[in-house]
């Protein structure tokens, strides 16, 4: 990407956080980017590692599907839940419940889901906790 190209696109994406920021002090809306970012960041490798974890058996669903693979393998296997999470926490250090991970939230926003801004509480405070 040519330097003029960066530089375009930068404007372009400065002017939208601008505009998503409205009349939000610029600090606080630096905070809730960040808290964002950071829940993507744990939600996207974790579904990484527990793809790599259970092999074979990760769900395979279509791209276009806005259900989250491995609330599917929750709903499967409830016997095997612990033992999973368990060796999460072995292997990654932490764990993150279907419902919490960025895919859940995602598409609850979609939807205009009611529960969106509860379950956005309880995943920072699972997380944080």
């Known amino acids: ?13 400065w002017a939208i956080a601008d505009q998503l920021r409205g009349a939000m002090n610029a600090d606080d809306f630096r905070d809730y980017m960040l808290a964002f970012l950071f829940l993507r960041y744990l939600s996207d490798n ?7 974890e259970l092999g074979s058996d990760y769900p395979e ?5 806005y259900l989250v693979p491995l609330s599917i393998w929750y709903e499967l296997n409830p016997e ?5 999470e368990k060796q999460m926490r072995r ?7 279907p419902s919490y991970l960025w895919a859940s939230i995602a598409h609850q926003a979609r939807i205009q ?9 309880a995943g920072f405070k699972y997380i944080e906790t």
């Open 113 to 121: 889901s009611a529960e969106l801004l509860n379950t956005l509480q």
């Open 91 to 97: 292997k990654i250090h932490y764990v993150i419940k």
């Open 46 to 52: 974790y579904e990484i590692a527990a793809r790599k």
């Open 80 to 84: 095997d839940v612990d033992a999973f």
């Open 61 to 65: 669903l279509e791209a276009d599907s």
């Open 1 to 13: 990407m040519s330097d003029s190209s960066q530089q375009q696109l930068g404007n372009t994406l």
